[in-house]
Nanobody, 121 residues
Framework: QVQLVESGGGLVQPGGSLRLSCAASGSIFSINAMGWYRQAPGEQRELVADISSIGSTNYASSVKGRFTISRDNAKNTVYLQMNSLKPEDTAVYYC???????????????WGQGTQVTVSS
């Protein structure tokens, strides 16, 4: 199986910055796209940003220009640099990877456990 472990969440003041990391491990054959989603209380989970295996990126309009997604394929790790944070960015952030495990060889979605980001003064 494939496991995703996130880190880097926390409490930050408006205008501040945080960097999230997500490392994939386990019986990985290959990883296609990786991304970050978020879910605020009472809201549906939404895409924040994703990045293909060759580095093509896609951002939600609400974070474009403030957030930057990147990945290190050698480390099976994806990052989310979040700048100019706003209270409305407060949510649980989830890492996602579209990957093939060595056991099934089928492309499947894998999720991290989530990390809380709170933007508040």
């Amino acid at each position: 199986q494939v496991q995703l472990v996130e880190s880097g969440g926390g409490l930050v003041q408006p205008g501040g910055s945080l960097r999230l990391s997500c490392a994939a491990s386990g019986s990985i054959f290959s990883i296609n796209a990786m991304g970050w989603y978020r879910q605020a209380p009472g809201e549906q989970r939404e895409l924040v940003a994703d990045i293909s295996s060759i580095g093509s990126t896609n951002y939600a309009s609400s974070v474009k220009g403030r957030f930057t997604i990147s990945r290190d394929n050698a480390k099976n790790t994806v990052y989310l640099q979040m700048n100019s944070l706003k209270p409305e960015d407060t949510a649980v952030y989830y890492c996602n990877a579209q990957a093939r495990s060595l056991y099934t060889m089928r492309l499947a979605d894998y999720w991290g456990q989530g990390t809380q980001v709170t933007v508040s003064s």
